[in-house]
């Protein structure tokens, strides 16, 4: 379990007492409970991180199969909910963990970064899309801006947007019943 070591203690006025145990907790074996508790990762998560190799006990029961971590783990594990927090898939997790050195690390995380880059470009032009399309209509029917959907435009589609054709339909409906009389025929 934890290396126990025995050493004198000295008294309060300088001679000695008895032989104290004093454990080595840089070296202390822990539950993975305990473990759970001390880097807030449920046992779950823990036994998922070792299934996948992330994070691996620093001691496992032949017999009952029971993992057992070192607190010495802790500030791993740490490392790893932080960068699953910050949405970080499991394999560049373990690539980080596992980096020889400081630029692979380095190298892992900014790969990441990237990612979330990207990520976030494609939400904002996802939200400028969405506002557009909030515009307020002209009186003519028509919005006063029409939203360019680029989908179609780079795929090679010439499918007008889905807010053209609805302009478009608008319109037609505006003629025909102008041709009627000038309101609505009934559905």
């Known amino acids: 379990m934890s290396e126990t070591r025995t050493v004198p203690r000295t008294g ?25 508790r001390m880097t807030h990762l449920t046992v779950k ?17 032949p017999d009952s199969g029971y993992r057992r971590y070192s607190t010495e783990q802790v500030p791993v594990a740490q490392v790893v909910r932080r960068l699953r927090d910050l949405d970080m898939p499991i394999d560049a997790v373990r690539d980080v963990v596992s980096a020889p050195d400081v630029a692979a690390r380095n190298a892992a995380i900014a790969e990441h970064l990237s990612r979330m880059e990207e990520q976030l470009a494609q939400t904002r032009s996802a939200v400028t899309s969405l506002r557009t399309l909030l515009q307020p209509v002209k009186r003519g029917g028509a919005p006063d801006r029409v939203p360019s959907d680029d989908s179609h435009a780079s795929s090679g589609d010439q499918r007008p947007s889905l807010a053209r054709r609805r302009v ?20």
């Open 12 to 36: 309060l006025m300088g001679g000695r007492s008895a032989d104290a145990r004093i454990v080595d907790v840089a070296h202390t074996l822990v539950s993975i409970g305990d473990f759970s």
């Open 45 to 61: 998560a823990l036994r998922y991180y070792h299934d996948v190799g992330v994070l691996t006990p620093a001691a496992i029961d």
């Open 168 to 187: 478009g339909v608008r319109r037609r409906r505006r003629q025909r019943d102008s041709r009627h009389g000038g309101t609505a025929r009934a559905r």
